[in-house]
C-alpha cells in the first residue's frame, strides 16, 4: 500500500517542507530491541535525512500513558508525525527496505 | 436455586473465585470466574460475548467493588458505551468514578510496516498503565484475536499470548478474554490452549427459525461445575443464564389440599380439593372452557392470599381478564393486589429451552404458590423435545412444591392425543373437559380421569359456564344412560309427570279404598243391628215357651193331686 501513497503526496507541486521528518520511536525500557531500533533509526536517518529530521524517544515504561495516543501495542514502534500522513513500522528497523517504503522517503535528489 | 445445580456453598476454598453476578451462572460456576486467572468466553458472532465480558465487569465494579479494564480491540469506546446504556449500565459514569477503564486499540494492518523484530510490549504496558490508574482487578481483552489480522507473524503472535496471559495471572487480575467460534476448535486462533482454566462456550442455534442461547462450561479447571449446556436469555435486564436440568425425583409431597376453585369439581374429590404441589392436567377440545376453569383456579389461590403466576400463550392478559371477568372473576383485581402476573407470551417466540429460562426466572422473581400455563398444547416441536420440555417445566414446580394447571387442547389428531398422554402419566390429576353433542345442541361435560392418591368420582358430570363461573350440575343418570343439557332437562320433565301421575293415582286408589271400607262398614252395622233384633224377637218367644211350659207343669200338678184325691 506505501507504494501507492507517495503520488498523491508528489502532486502538491511546492512541498511546503518537504524535507523535514518529525519521528517519534516507542520503546519500553532499554532492551536490546530498543537500543538496535534506535541505532538504526539513526543510521538510516543520517544515511537519508541527514540534517532534515528530528527523532524523539519515548519510553512507555516511564510514560505509559502515552502509549495509547498513538495506538501503539508493538515495542518498537517508529511514529512518522510528520509528513502527513502518520505512519507507523514497528520492529528494530533491520529491514532497511521496508522502512524506507514505510517513511515513505524520498532520496533529496529525486526525480523532479 | 433448584436442586440440580450442585449447591453453591460448597465451593472449594482452594480456588478463589470472582462472581461474575450473572443470574445463573455464578451457580454453574459455583461462585463465578476463577478469580486471578483469566478465562476464555468464546462464540460465534452475535452470541453475546462482548456482553457477557461487559456485564462482568459493570457487576464487578458495581457490585463487588472491583474495578476493571475493557481492552476493546473491536468497538469504540463511545459505541461500547451505547451499545450497553439500554441495559441500564452507564460506562461513562463508571469511568468517571475511576471504577473502569476503557482502552480501545485499534489495529490496522494497512497502517503498519514491519520491519525487523518486535513485541507487543506496548500493549501490556496500555494494559498494565490502565490497571494501574483505577486499581482495576478485572480486566476484559475484547477481541483479542483481531491482533492476528493486525500482525504479520502468528508465531510471535502465540508466543506474546501465552507472556501476556502469564502476565494477567502473575498480576492477579480476573480476566475474560473473548474469542471467535472458530471452526474444528473452540476459537479461530486456538486460544483455549493458552487459556486453561475455565472456558465458556456461548452458542446462538437456530432450529425452525427460532433462536436459542445457550452457554456452557467447556472446562474449569481446579473446580466441579455444571457440564450441561444451559440457555440463556439477554434481555432487558442483561443477561440471564438458566441453569434447568431434570431433577431428581427426590422431593416433598405435600397432602394439603387446596380447592380447584370449582366447587363441584372439589366434591368429586374425596378430599375436597387437589394436593398442594401437585400436577394437573385439563384437556379438552375448543371451547369446553378450559381457560375459564384456570381462571376459577388462579382466582381461588388468590383468595387464599397465595401468589399466582399466569402464563399465557396464546391470548393477552387483558384478554383472560376480560373473559374471566364475564363469569364473575375479577382478575384485574389480584393483579393490582399484587397476587397474580401474567406473564405473556407467543410459543413461537423463543424456543423450547428459551421458554423453559424465561419461566425459570419468573418462578425465581415472583416466587408463586401455583402457576397456571394455558396451553402446553401451543408448544410446537419435535414431540420428544416438547415432551423433554414440559417434563422439565414440571419438575421445576415440583420441586418447589408450586401447584401447577396445565391446561391442554386435545385435538382428535394423533400428535396432541400422543401428547397428551404422554403427559399424562407424570400428571398427578387429569381433568378432561368433553363436548357433548345430541340433539342438535352440544353440551360440555367434565371427568376426572386420574386424581393419584385420593379417591374420586367416576361420574361424568356436566357442566355450564354461568354468569356466576362455572358450575357443575347434579348428574342425570337413568334407566336411559347419562343424559345432560335439554335431554336432561326433558327427561327430567317427563319423570316428573309420571311421578304426577303415580301419585295421583296412588290417591285415587287411597279414596276408593275408603270409599269400600265406608260401605262395608255400613252394611256391617245394619247387618249387626238386624241379628239384634233377631236375638231380641228369639229370647222373648224363649221367655214365653218357658213361662208356658211352667203353668202346663203347675196344671199337672194340680190334676195329678186332684186324681189322687179321688182314689
Known amino acids: ?112 | 436455586m433448584p436442586p440440580d445445580v450442585i449447591a453453591a456453598d460448597t465451593a472449594p476454598a482452594t480456588l478463589l473465585k470472582a462472581p461474575t453476578g450473572i443470574d445463573g451462572f455464578d451457580n454453574i460456576t459455583l461462585g463465578g470466574l476463577p478469580a486471578g486467572r483469566p478465562s476464555l468466553v468464546c462464540g460465534a458472532a452475535g452470541c453475546g460475548k462482548t456482553l457477557f465480558a461487559m456485564t462482568f465487569l459493570v457487576n464487578g465494579a458495581n457490585r463487588y467493588g472491583e474495578p476493571g479494564v475493557f481492552m476493546s480491540f473491536e468497538e469504540r469506546a463511545e459505541d461500547l458505551a451505547a451499545n450497553v446504556a439500554s441495559l441500564g449500565y452507564d460506562l461513562d459514569g463508571l469511568v468517571a468514578d475511576g471504577k473502569l477503564a476503557i482502552d480501545h486499540v485499534h489495529v490496522e494492518r494497512s497502517e503498519i510496516e514491519e520491519s525487523g523484530e518486535y513485541d507487543l510490549e506496548g500493549l501490556f504496558v496500555r494494559l498494565g498503565f490502565a490497571a494501574d490508574s483505577i486499581g482495576a482487578k478485572r480486566v476484559v481483552l475484547d477481541t483479542i484475536e483481531t491482533l492476528f489480522s493486525g500482525f504479520t507473524d502468528p508465531m510471535l503472535l502465540r508466543a506474546e499470548l501465552r507472556r501476556l496471559f502469564g502476565w494477567i495471572k502473575e498480576r492477579g487480575l480476573t480476566a475474560v478474554i473473548t474469542g471467535e467460534r472458530g471452526e474444528g476448535q473452540l476459537t479461530r486462533q486456538g486460544l483455549e490452549e493458552y487459556v486453561s482454566d475455565c472456558v465458556v462456550l456461548l452458542d446462538n442455534r437456530v432450529a425452525d427459525q427460532i433462536t436459542t442461547r445457550r452457554l456452557r462450561v467447556v472446562k474449569y479447571r481446579g473446580s466441579a461445575h455444571g457440564t450441561n449446556e444451559y440457555p440463556f436469555l439477554i434481555d432487558g435486564d442483561g443477561i440471564s443464564v438458566l441453569p434447568v436440568t431434570s431433577s431428581g425425583l427426590n422431593r416433598p409431597a405435600s397432602s394439603e389440599v387446596v380447592s380447584s376453585g370449582v366447587p363441584g369439581l372439589d366434591a368429586m374429590l374425596r378430599s375436597g380439593g387437589l394436593y398442594r404441589g401437585s400436577s394437573i392436567l385439563l384437556s379438552g377440545v375448543a371451547g369446553t372452557g378450559k381457560t375459564t376453569i384456570a381462571s376459577h383456579f388462579a382466582d381461588a389461590a388468590c383468595r387464599r392470599g397465595e401468589r399466582c403466576l399466569f402464563f399465557v400463550f396464546e391470548e393477552s392478559a387483558q384478554e383472560i381478564c376480560r373473559n374471566a371477568e364475564s363469569v364473575g372473576l375479577d382478575l384485574p383485581g389480584w393483579v393490582k393486589a399484587g397476587l397474580l402476573r401474567f406473564e405473556a407470551a407467543r410459543p413461537s417466540l423463543y424456543g423450547l429451552e428459551m421458554h423453559l429460562a424465561r419461566m425459570h426466572r419468573d418462578l425465581d422473581r415472583f416466587q408463586p404458590d401455583v402457576v397456571v400455563m394455558d396451553p402446553i398444547s401451543a408448544f410446537r416441536g419435535p414431540d420428544t423435545e416438547v415432551h423433554a420440555t414440559l417434563l422439565r417445566m414440571m419438575d421445576l414446580l415440583k420441586s418447589r412444591g408450586i401447584t401447577g394447571l396445565f391446561t391442554s387442547l386435545r385435538n382428535d389428531g394423533a400428535l396432541q392425543e400422543g401428547g397428551d398422554q404422554g403427559l399424562s402419566s407424570l400428571m398427578d390429576a387429569w381433568i378432561r373437559l368433553q363436548d357433548l353433542e345430541a340433539d342438535g345442541e352440544r353440551n360440555r361435560t367434565l371427568y376426572l380421569i386420574k386424581a393419584r392418591g385420593m379417591s374420586h368420582s367416576n361420574q361424568v358430570r356436566e357442566y355450564r359456564i354461568t354468569d356466576a363461573g362455572v358450575e357443575l350440575i347434579e348428574p342425570y343418570v337413568g334407566p336411559e344412560g347419562v343424559l345432560t343439557g335439554s335431554a336432561r332437562l326433558s327427561q327430567a320433565a317427563r319423570e316428573q309427570a309420571a311421578m304426577t301421575r303415580r301419585h295421583q293415582e296412588a290417591q285415587r286408589r287411597r279414596r276408593e279404598l275408603a270409599r269400600k271400607r265406608d260401605a262395608l262398614e255400613r252394611r256391617m252395622q245394619e247387618m249387626r243391628a238386624a241379628l239384634e233384633a233377631e236375638e231380641d224377637e228369639a229370647n222373648l218367644l224363649l221367655t214365653q215357651d218357658d213361662v208356658h211350659e211352667a203353668v202346663l207343669a203347675d196344671d199337672r200338678t194340680a190334676v195329678a193331686s186332684l186324681r189322687g184325691a179321688a182314689e
Not at chain 1, 503520488?7 to 517519534?24: I, K, M, N, S
Not at chain 1, 532492551?31 to 528530528?54: D, Q
Not at chain 1, 495509547?68 to 507507523?88: M, Y
Open chain 1, 1 to 112: 500500500m506505501t507504494g501507492l501513497e507517495p503520488l498523491p503526496e508528489r502532486a502538491p507541486g511546492g512541498d511546503p517542507d518537504p524535507g523535514h521528518y518529525h519521528l517519534r520511536l516507542y520503546v519500553a525500557g532499554q532492551t536490546s530491541k530498543s537500543l538496535k531500533a534506535l541505532a538504526n533509526l539513526k543510521r538510516f536517518c543520517e544515511e537519508h535525512l541527514a540534517g532534515r529530521y528530528e527523532i524523539e524517544v519515548i519510553d512507555l515504561l516511564e510514560n505509559p500513558r502515552l502509549a495509547a495516543g498513538d495506538q501503539v501495542l508493538a515495542i518498537p514502534t517508529l511514529v512518522r508525525k510528520l509528513p502527513a500522513p502518520l505512519k507507523r513500522i514497528i520492529g528494530d528497523l533491520s529491514n532497511t527496505e521496508k522502512v524506507l517504503v514505510g517513511l515513505d522517503i524520498r532520496p533529496r535528489a529525486a526525480p523532479v
